[in-house]
């Protein structure tokens, strides 16, 4: 998280050397450094579950307001209690760290890359559509298939199984359900083979909207087809 620079203290006498500004500023460096610890993971310096909720409240708040939908990324490294098991927790320790680095690399600065918890992991993406969420998520998968592990000359391949949900604002519930939606979907690509990533399907979230089923029959007449009205067919 990113901190505004803060103007130095003056000393009232001004004096270049001022034991008291020194230790002000000392403090409030230690403030400042404390606040961060309180919402970053130790382990892969990415935020922790703590602000992760806090972010996602604020930015599904932010989409009830602007109508710029919220994307939400939940993933989780395939077969990780193995890597533990035959490899050793330190050996663990680095596929966690490896997989936050590409992933901090794989989003954007306005985006809120977290460690859920355990080998879970979760990226907030503000002011962003079905299509660009299914984008980001796909080229961390990418991403962390073709980068292996190498430790002690041994190389290990990793690779993650991706939930995907957008908030648009008319949809009910609050960050939890959000969660526990991307969830169900990351639990159905570990079903389905992992390595991949799943979503709603467009449908579902059609199903939803107010609009009803003689509204789109007349909506995909006006386009003379019964399909891929949308823009985010692909």
């Not at 004096?15 to 500004?21: G, L, N």
């Not at 994307?71 to 050996?91: A, E, S, Y």
């Not at 954007?108 to 998520?137: N, Q, W």
């Not at 000359?153 to 949900?165: H, P, R, Y």
Request: aromatic share 6%; with cysteine; charged share 30%.
């Amino acid at each position: 998280m990113a901190h505004t620079a803060q103007t130095p203290p003056q000393c009232p006498a001004q004096q270049d050397a001022c034991e008291i500004i020194t230790e002000l500023v000392d403090l409030r460096d230690q403030v400042s450094e404390l606040s961060e610890l309180v919402h970053t993971d130790t382990l892969t310096g990415l935020s922790n579950f703590r602000y992760f909720m806090q972010a996602l409240e604020q930015e599904m708040e932010r989409t009830r307001r602007t109508g710029h939908a919220t994307g939400l990324i939940m993933l989780d490294l395939d077969f990780f209690k193995k890597v533990n098991d035959d490899w050793g927790h330190d050996v663990g320790n680095k596929a966690l760290i490896l997989a936050s680095r590409i992933i901090k690399a794989s989003v954007r600065k306005m985006d809120a890359p977290c460690r859920y918890g355990g080998e879970e992991f979760a990226v907030i993406l503000p002011s962003t559509d079905r299509r660009h969420t299914l984008m980001v998520a796909e080229r961390m998968r990418e991403a962390i298939a073709s980068t292996p592990l190498t430790f002690d000359e041994n190389e290990l391949i990793l690779t993650a199984s991706f939930g995907v949900d957008i908030y648009t604002g008319t949809e009910t519930g609050c960050a939890e359900e959000m969660v526990k939606r991307a969830d169900s979907y990351l639990y159905q690509a570990k079903h389905e083979g992992r390595n991949r990533v799943c979503i709603a399907p467009l449908e579902e979230k059609e199903d939803r909207s107010s609009v009803n089923q003689d509204e789109k029959d007349a909506l995909f007449g006006l386009f003379g087809r019964s399909s891929d009205l949308s823009d985010e067919s692909y």
